[in-house]
């Protein structure tokens, strides 16, 4: 599953159809929808029938109980509304230019005329882009201290997995040491934001901004770099971005919507039955983990979407019944007007600044990276200036 987990998914999916059975190293009951009907009538059950905090905290048993991402019911929503204003509206108007001050000094960073690998490059700029939206960090150097936090923090929830039956090591469990982690994460955050930010701890502590920052970072890291992977293998798309204006990039969008179908940053959207449920003509038990895996429902019929196609997307905007790569119904993830907005100013400065060439004629395959689909090379490409004098 790890190296090949669209395969395995797929492969599972046509063998045994929309409903299957899997175990992982996840403790309990599993099961994969492969349709989008099924998966639109779990997303938008009645409330309560399905949960998803209980579900996130059993695929991440490392995040405390109260995040927006952990927690259910009138808590979640209550979490909900207090974050939503720094994530939508005019909280995003005003980024454009900070965008594209932090593209430009990553760019300007950038090795050109030889092949490069844009996966970590964009997930600096990535992480540089939500530290100034969640926490007001503009420097670079200020990102980096950042970036030292977030890694230190971050070993333990490699060890996603099974990790319940590692809380008997008490002070050395995985538990343990990601409490002190955390501790550890937002006394540093508190030194690194000293007075200027005080608003930002008071409104969400330490827990709520690194639940945040792991929902922001890794997934608009992936979808950037798929993008270039895209991108680059799709030169006339690329210059047609490159020579658009602002508001009128019908290409942009277009080649974003793709990029999220075919190449959707997240495995998959999780739920727990709450209660006894008939899921296509089948009993389920109260407990069972539903995962809705995008890669799989953005697939769901073959033929020509196995394929990068974004002119499919010039005509119209997709069907969110089967375009899920933000997830859906009330738990839809809290960010994607961000991740949009993040998407839509990138790119074009990368574009009017660079042409970009594959470093391999073949596409890079899906690979897990924690619970986000990264491509297995890091995304290799060649940047040229663009309107360089050879
Ligand atoms: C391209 C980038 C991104 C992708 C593909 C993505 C995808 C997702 C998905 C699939 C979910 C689960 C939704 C569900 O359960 O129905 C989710 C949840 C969430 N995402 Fe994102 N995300 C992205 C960027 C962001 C950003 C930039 C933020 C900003 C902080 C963010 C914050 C969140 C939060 C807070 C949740 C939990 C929402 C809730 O449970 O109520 N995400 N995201």
Known sequence: MQFRPIETLLRRCAADGPLFEVSTLVP????????????????????????AGVANRRILPLLPD???????????????????????????????????????????????HTSITMLPRLRFLAL?????????????????VLEGLVSRALPAYGMLAGSHSLRRLRSLSP???????????????????????????????????????LAAHETTAAALAWSVHELAREP??????????????????????????????????????????????RSVEPGTLMLIPPPLI???????????????????????????????????????????FELRHVLPLLLERFTLQPATARSERALLYGTALVPERGARVRLTPRNAVF
């Open 28 to 51: 309990g009951r599993m099961l994969v929808i492969g349709s989008a009907e099924i998966a639109h009538e779990i997303l938008h059950a009645p409330p309560a029938t399905y949960l």
């Open 66 to 112: 109260d995040t927006v991402l952990t927690l259910d019911g009138e808590k979640h929503m209550a979490r909900r509304r207090l974050l939503a204003p720094m994530l939508h509206g005019s909280a995003l108007e005003g980024l454009a230019p900070a965008i594209a001050q932090v593209t430009a000094e990553e760019a300007d960073l950038w090795p050109t």
């Open 128 to 144: 540089r882009l939500a530290a100034n939206v969640l926490f007001g960090i503009e420097t670079r150097h200020d990102a980096e």
């Open 175 to 213: 538990q343990s040491l990601t409490g002190r982690r955390w501790v550890e994460f937002a006394d540093g955050l508190r030194d690194l934001l000293g007075e200027r930010h005080p608003q930002v701890t008071e409104l969400v502590g330490g827990d709520q901004l690194f639940a945040l920052l």
């Open 236 to 281: 006339e798309a690329a210059a047609a971005i490159a020579q658009s204006r602002e508001g009128q990039r019908p290409w942009l969008d277009a080649v974003i919507e793709e990029t999220l179908r075919l190449r959707a940053p997240l495995i998959d959207i999780v739920r727990t039955a709450a209660e006894r449920v008939t899921v296509a003509g």
């Open 298 to 340: 953005h697939r769901e019929g073959g033929g020509d979407l196995l394929g990068f196609c974004p002119g499919r997307f010039l005509a119209g905007q997709p069907d969110p019944r089967t375009w899920l790569p933000f997830g859906g119904g009330d738990r839809r993830c809290l960010g994607a007007s961000l991740a949009l």
